[in-house]
């Protein structure tokens, strides 16, 4: 997979280089660049905002800046400065007013070869731009992570990429890691507790049934604490459950 990112701060990124992402590039799974759109500017100020149309409060990106910046990197008639053209990007913008990123875009995701992200920052970028590219025939994707405004898009942008790449095939040590979690596969959960060695810890002590060593009881305890947990934290994912997949010990739970 190849990851482009876009941003005023593209140092953020360093961190890409740190831990199971760092690895992974090292192996070959991913390939992530961070561009500067002040790259893109002809001005001597290297100027990327202006202020409202219609006026207000704060600044917001020139969408002629991000035009030739995201014209170069996607192939729509740029000068090709960012070298390899993948069939498929996805380009995709952090937004707080966007729909909220899941785990299942982030498994959509994690199926294209190629991704670019474009980091907003002031009060945003001109909502022309995504439409534009989007107008063009590209897969455009805005997404918020979470009911709050962050400074600019790096941060989330970094959170999108950590849970897209970590399900790439090859990425875990252990592919089993990433099929029994919290928000994955067809019945969206929370996952139940983890408790590891040693069993008794400061005169507390793990629930008795995890080390029965009988595993159809540790799999029914897990399955009704994933039940139980969800349906008191994150009552609106119980709402979503198919009723047709519950067993009969499930619905009395
Ligand atoms: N004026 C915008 C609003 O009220 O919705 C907030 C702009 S925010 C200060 C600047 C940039 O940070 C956004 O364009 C976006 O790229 C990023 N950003 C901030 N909060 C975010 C969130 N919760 N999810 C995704 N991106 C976010």
């Not at 561009?35 to 219609?54: A, E, I, K």
């Not at 992570?145 to 400074?151: C, E, F, R």
């Amino acid at each position: 997979m190849q990851i482009d990112i876009v941003s005023v701060f593209p140092e953020y990124f360093d961190i890409t280089g740190l831990s199971l992402l760092g690895k992974a590039q090292e192996k070959g799974l991913v390939t992530i660049k961070a561009y500067n759109l002040r790259d893109w500017t002809h001005d001597v100020h290297h100027s990327v905002d202006d202020t409202p149309v219609g006026g207000g409060a704060g600044m917001v990106m020139k969408p002629e800046v991000w035009a030739e910046c995201l014209d170069d990197l996607l192939g729509a008639g740029g000068t090709g400065r960012a070298g390899g053209q993948a069939t498929d990007p996805v380009l995709i913008f952090p937004n707080p007013s966007a729909p909220l990123f899941t785990q299942a875009d982030a498994t959509g995701l994690s199926q294209a070869s190629r991704l670019v992200f474009g980091c907003g920052r002031y009060e945003g970028y001109d909502a022309r731009i995504p439409d534009y590219y989007r107008s063009r025939g590209v897969d455009v994707r805005e997404y918020s992570i979470g009911d709050y405004v962050l400074n600019g898009g790096e941060v989330a942008v970094s959170v999108m990429l950590e849970a897209i790449t970590r399900l790439l095939p090859g990425f875990m040590g252990n592919p089993d890691s990433i099929v029994e979690e919290s928000y994955t596969g067809e019945e969206p959960l929370l996952e139940h507790r983890q408790y590891t060695r040693p069993t008794t810890w400061r005169g507390m002590t793990v629930p008795e049934v995890l080390i029965s060593g009988d595993h159809q009881r540790v799999d029914r305890f897990r399955r009704d604490e994933a039940l139980e947990r969800t349906s008191r934290i994150r009552p609106d994912l119980i709402g979503r459950l198919d009723c047709d997949r519950l067993d009969k010990k499930d619905r009395k739970t």
